[in-house]
C-alpha cells in the first residue's frame, strides 16, 4: 500500500514543484493539499480541502497520512503587516507539527530559511526561529528543518525587482566561497527534491543547511 503524503504551500514556487515530483513518484498513493484556493486539472490520487489555513485545527479529522511537507511562507512585501506575517510564517507551520504529533505522524518537514534565529533583532529571522524551535519542541520523529538561501526559480508571478535581484545574485555567485558558499542561491527544484529524500531515508538529521540541501538533491 502506497503513502500519503500532505502538502501546505502547494500553490507556491517550492510546494508545486514539490507536488509534481510526488505525482510522479510511484511511492506515494494520495497527496492530500491543504490550502486557501484550489488547483484545477489535477489526478483523483490528490485530495484537496480548501480553506482557512489560519484555522488549521478545524481540518484535523482530515490531516492523516505518513509526511507532511510544510512549505508555507510570505514576504514582507505580500504581508506587511507584521501580525499576519508571524501567523503565517510562524503560526501555520507550528499547528502542522502540532496536528502531525496528535495524529502520529512521524515525518514532519518544513521549509525555513539561512539565518532563523530565535533572539534575532531581525524580525524575518526571529520569527523563523522561533518557528524552528516551537517545531522541534513537538518531538516529531522525524523532523527536518531546511534553512535554503534566497530560493531561486520561474515563478508564476511577476515580481520584477526580486527577479533583477536574484539574476544580479547569480552574477555574484562565483566569488561565494568559504564561509560565504552557504549564501549561493538555493534552487526551489533542490529544496523539494531534497524534502522526499529526506522523508525516505530518515536520518538523525535536523537541521539542513543551504550547502546540505543542494547536496542531498544532487547525490
Do not use: W
Request: hydrophobic letters at 40%; glycine letters at 8%.
Amino acid at each position: 500500500m502506497g503513502k500519503t503524503a500532505i502538502i501546505l504551500g502547494a500553490t507556491g514556487l517550492t510546494g508545486s514543484i514539490l507536488l509534481k515530483k510526488l505525482l510522479n513518484d510511484g511511492r506515494y498513493e494520495t497527496i492530500k493539499l491543504f490550502s486557501r484556493s484550489k488547483i484545477d486539472g489535477l489526478p483523483s490520487k490528490v485530495i484537496q480541502h480548501v480553506g482557512d489555513l489560519f484555522e488549521l485545527e478545524s481540518f484535523k479529522t482530515n490531516f492523516t497520512g505518513d509526511e507532511v511537507y510544510c512549505c508555507i511562507g510570505t514576504t514582507a512585501k505580500k504581508t506587511p503587516n507584521k501580525t499576519v506575517y508571524k501567523a503565517v510564517d510562524f503560526g501555520i507551520p507550528v499547528t502542522a507539527a502540532k496536528l502531525s504529533k496528535d495524529n502520529n505522524i512521524n515525518t514532519f518537514l518544513v521549509v525555513s530559511a539561512i539565518g532563523s534565529n530565535a533572539s534575532s533583532s531581525i524580525f524575518y529571522n526571529k520569527i523563523k526561529g522561533e518557528m524552528e524551535r516551537d517545531v522541534l519542541s513537538k518531538k516529531i520523529k522525524n523532523t527536518y528543518i531546511l534553512q535554503p538561501s534566497i530560493i531561486g526559480g520561474n515563478r508564476d508571478e511577476t515580481r520584477i525587482g526580486e527577479k533583477i535581484g536574484l539574476v544580479i545574485f547569480r552574477v555574484l555567485q562565483p566569488f561565494f566561497f568559504g564561509k560565504l558558499k552557504k549564501y549561493k542561491i538555493t534552487e526551489a527544484e533542490h529544496i523539494a527534491q531534497a524534502m522526499i529524500k529526506l522523508a525516505n531515508t530518515p536520518s538523525a538529521e535536523k537541521i539542513i543547511t543551504s550547502n546540505q540541501i543542494k547536496e542531498l538533491a544532487i547525490y
